[in-house]
């Protein structure tokens, strides 16, 4: 059902069950799958594809031309996989060049005044949170997290299971599986209850919790580090630890640690919070 107010060019390819709210327009060349359900005051550009059952909310703009100071006159595409659900005012930017593709997966959800700039990919069942800003050329793996108001750098990375939290500015790529906080994008340990919803076996994440501490704890350096890590995990989950570090321009998000003989003591990372927990239960049941 097309609403009436509605503007939809006759070049662009809408399914018969698509739902169209009041003053939305739909330009040429767009393309909107079967059963997608626009909201009022939607913008569809042109080569923009939405996949099956896609959810736009009221004032989202989706396949705007890149920001940039010398935009590229024939930009590329946005392609939003299917089931995806992109709330109120989110606005997703064209590739820069012709044959390229902003892309988001499918099954995921981008609240509330979200942004994704051109040549950005994100991948399935990830959660953007509101007000979230991607950069042009940023990676998000799969099932990743990004807390409200995160602001990732353009050509940084994500990785698959990582949670970013709120308000974090990130400027270096974030491997797979961790949790960073919020005040400096530094990481504090594994995202535990990500890996657990994820379905992962014990044996699966007791080898991610020796491998984090690989990486973070024993003082390798970088190449030793990746060299080592590949070698003592061949398999699992933890391998793509070793393949995340072998990619990326912008270097990696470092551990957050107390320093040396700290008086204060800031919060532990998740890891040294359990390890502390088992600790003194240990003390408890001796006394």
């Not at 992962?200 to 030793?224: H, N, P, Q």
């Amino acid at each position: 059902m097309i609403h009436p107010t509605a503007v939809v060019s006759p070049r662009a390819v809408v399914h018969s069950s698509v739902e169209i709210g009041p003053f939305s327009i739909i330009e040429a060349d767009a393309v909107i799958g079967q059963g997608c359900k626009l909201a009022g005051r939607t913008t569809i550009k042109s080569h923009t594809i939405l996949g099956r059952d896609v959810v736009v909310g009221e004032g989202a703009v989706l396949g705007g031309l890149p920001q940039h100071i010398s935009p590229p006159e024939n930009p590329g595409r946005v392609i939003v996989g299917e089931r995806t659900v992109i709330r109120e005012n989110v606005t997703i930017h064209r590739a820069m060049i012709t044959d390229g593709e902003t892309r988001i997966g499918s099954d995921c959800l981008m609240m509330v005044g979200s942004h994704a700039a051109h040549d950005v990919r994100v991948g399935n069942r990830v959660i953007i949170t509101n007000n979230v800003l991607l950069g042009g050329h940023v990676q998000i793996g799969d099932r990743a997290v990004l807390g409200g108001a995160a602001a990732v750098h353009q050509h940084c990375r994500v990785g698959r299971l990582a949670m970013v939290g709120a308000c974090a500015k990130i400027v270096q790529d974030v491997p797979p599986f961790v949790l960073t906080d919020g005040e400096m994008g530094m990481i504090v340990g594994l995202n535990r209850v990500g890996l657990r919803r994820s379905g992962m076996t014990r044996e699966e994440v007791d080898s991610l919790k020796e491998a984090y501490r690989l990486i973070y704890r024993r003082g390798y350096l970088f190449d030793e580090m990746v060299a080592t890590l590949a070698k003592e995990h061949p398999t699992g989950p933890a391998t793509e630890l070793s393949e995340f570090f072998t990619g990326g321009k912008r270097g990696f998000a470092q551990e957050r640690r107390s320093p040396p003989k700290a008086t204060i003591r800031i919060h532990a990372a998740a890891d040294d919070l359990e390890d502390e927990d088992s600790a003194g239960e240990l003390k408890r049941k001796a006394g």
